[in-house]
């Protein structure tokens, strides 16, 4: 399939031939939807930690006495039901929220992405993009000058640290190479900018 090239005003400038299993994929929202649970389940830290019955400091002298006063029995104040109690099942630090992807699924799911981003012309391909210096404006300038107002993904083949650089402080602007990219970026931003050497390395990697 073709894919439309722009040139840095965001004018028409031909059309570059990408590959129809990379690019012209069927889009499968279940595959995506496991796609993105699984990429952000296995990014997640899994250092939160609560206090049980036996952590939290609390006296065991029996509050009262068990018959007599009215009120329910109690044990101790570090009772799961008492305020400032211990938490009946609590989460511990070592729990792993990891999930399995097979490398085909990750695939066929990044292709599903990018093809449904050209059907809605959220991708754009443009020959190449650079900047003398770590210039911020200069960056946003030449963004601008492509009609491009909202959040974009930048994708380079290569990425040198001026590009990087001028893209630190623009809050709607991420540059990426082709291995970089997860699905959640392409999804996230409403623009995805890639190059023409950037296609062929998506070829390489996943088609």
Not at 88 to 117: C, H, V, Y
Not at 179 to 191: G, H, M, N
């Amino acid at each position: 399939m073709d894919l439309k090239l722009i040139n840095d005003q965001g004018q028409d400038s031909g059309a570059v031939s990408a590959s129809d299993t990379l690019f012209g994929r069927e889009y499968n929202e279940a595959l995506v939807h496991q796609l993105v649970t699984a990429y952000m389940a296995n990014a997640r830290s899994g250092n939160r930690a609560q206090k049980d019955r036996t952590d939290v400091k609390h006296t065991t002298h029996k509050p009262w006495r068990q018959k007599g006063t009215g009120r329910a029995r109690s044990g101790m104040s570090s009772s799961p039901i008492w305020r400032g109690g211990g938490k009946a099942f609590p989460s511990s630090p070592d729990e792993n929220f990891t999930q399995k992807m097979n490398r085909k699924m990750f695939r066929a799911g990044i292709a599903a992405i990018l093809s449904q981003l050209a059907r809605d012309g959220r991708l754009r391909v443009i020959d190449g993009i650079s900047v003398d210096g770590p210039k911020t404006k200069v960056l946003a300038g030449k963004i601008k000058a492509m009609g491009i107002d909202n959040r974009v993904l930048i994708i380079a083949s290569e990425v040198d640290d001026n590009l990087w650089l001028s893209s630190r402080n623009l809050a709607n602007v991420l540059v990426l190479e082709p291995q970089q990219a997860d699905p959640v970026s392409l999804i996230r931003f409403d623009q995805v900018l890639i190059t023409k050497d950037a296609v062929k390395s998506f070829e390489e990697i996943y088609a």
